[in-house]
């Protein structure tokens, strides 16, 4: 298995810093980038397992919007998710409007909240990065009916979770209903990625 890695080379260019990223691959060990730019030695799925260790329930949301091609990614990742998860994880196709289900979530009490989105990471498209609520004032995510720092915050105050966004880079969100090529090989990684995390600490 291999894993494309994101090396950023930084140029001068009227007097403005431009930070050209460059795709390479290679085996595993492979570095993965924090949203602050840090690196870790673990992978994605490493990540995942690491903060949802210890988790009573699990709930994950997927916003988007299906009519904007790569916008719909967090919605079609939750959709491929069924029936690969434990049943103490439970999934919420929110579309535009994650809002409306607080009081869903509000019943179901999730310890852990996972909520995965497009976002303008300045990466390859594809690529996904678990950022916290403290991190995503430096990130652009698509623009539904509410900020994710708001719905963090509604959702904190509803059930006292533990949050995280997984963002994911779009190829293109203009209008249609299929994913890209680049995102759809994203989504399959990344529905693996999670429901094997989740096996392992089972």
Not at 60 to 65: A, H, P, T
Not at 101 to 106: A, M, N, P, R
Not at 156 to 167: N, P, Q, R, S
Request: with cysteine.
């Amino acid at each position: 298995m291999t894993i494309a890695i994101v090396v950023e080379k930084s140029i001068m260019k009227n007097s403005a810093i431009l930070k050209i990223k460059k795709p390479f691959f290679l085996v595993k060990p492979a570095v993965l980038l924090h949203c602050d730019g840090s690196e870790t030695n673990l992978t994605l799925g490493d990540e995942i397992a690491r903060w949802v260790q210890g988790y009573e329930k699990l709930a994950i949301m997927g916003i988007g919007n299906p009519l904007r091609r790569d916008d719909g990614v967090g919605v079609e990742i939750v959709e491929q998710l069924t029936g690969k998860v434990p049943e103490r994880v439970k999934l919420f196709s929110c579309e535009m409007v994650p809002e409306n289900f607080l009081s869903d979530i509000k019943v179901f009490q999730p310890t852990h909240v996972l909520i995965i989105d497009t976002a303008e990471l300045k990466a390859e498209p594809g690529e996904a990065r678990l950022i916290p609520p403290q991190k995503i004032g430096g990130t652009t995510f698509s623009s539904h009916t509410i900020p994710l720092s708001l719905l963090a915050g509604m959702i904190d105050e509803t059930v006292k979770a533990k949050i995280i966004f997984l963002g994911i880079q779009p190829f293109s969100t203009g209008f249609g209903e299929e994913l890209s090529p680049e995102l759809q090989m994203a989504t399959e990684k990344t529905v693996k990625t999670i429901s094997e995390a989740l096996k392992e600490i089972e």
